[in-house]
């Protein structure tokens, strides 16, 4: 059986890294924030220490930001009205679902019953069902 190494994450689950990504991607967003490694610096001297350790998190959050647009994209593709237009929350869970389905091609069902948890504890029950139309369209037609 071939020796797969992980990537130490310090005992940090990944549901609680997807979380606190989407949290940082929320703040992200409500304070329209353009100089983002400055601004994640400066959030909190001990949010990020903490976010150093969290390698799982820097990964999501570094390969969001950097295939934003295609994400959008595809999230755009999906609905009959803007990105812009969706809650903050909702867009947040979105995008990181958006992107391990598609860019780190996590499976599929994995990833949206991870939105589904996250959007159930920060959502409202159609938020749910919103997110789960909405990743079920990308994950059978994009």
């Known amino acids: 059986m071939p020796d797969k190494k992980k990537k130490k994450n310090y005992g940090i689950s990944r549901r609680d890294s997807r979380e606190r990504t ?54 755009d593709d999906s609905i009959d009205f803007s990105v812009k237009s969706l809650g903050k929350v909702v867009l947040s869970v979105l995008r990181l679902a958006v992107y391990e389905i598609k860019i780190e091609q996590i499976d599929s069902p994995l990833a949206i019953s991870e939105a589904i948890s996250i959007i159930k504890k920060y959502g409202s029950t159609e938020d749910v069902k919103f997110i789960n139309a909405v990743l079920d369209n990308i994950a059978i037609n994009s």
């Not at 490694?37 to 959030?43: D, I, Q």
């Open 22 to 75: 989407i949290q940082i991607l929320f703040s992200l967003d409500f304070n329209k924030v353009t100089d983002i490694p400055n601004y994640l610096k400066t959030y909190e001297e001990e949010i990020y220490k903490s976010l150093s350790r969290d390698k799982y998190l820097l990964e999501l959050l570094n390969g969001i930001l950097r295939n934003l647009a295609e994400i959008d994209s595809l999230i």
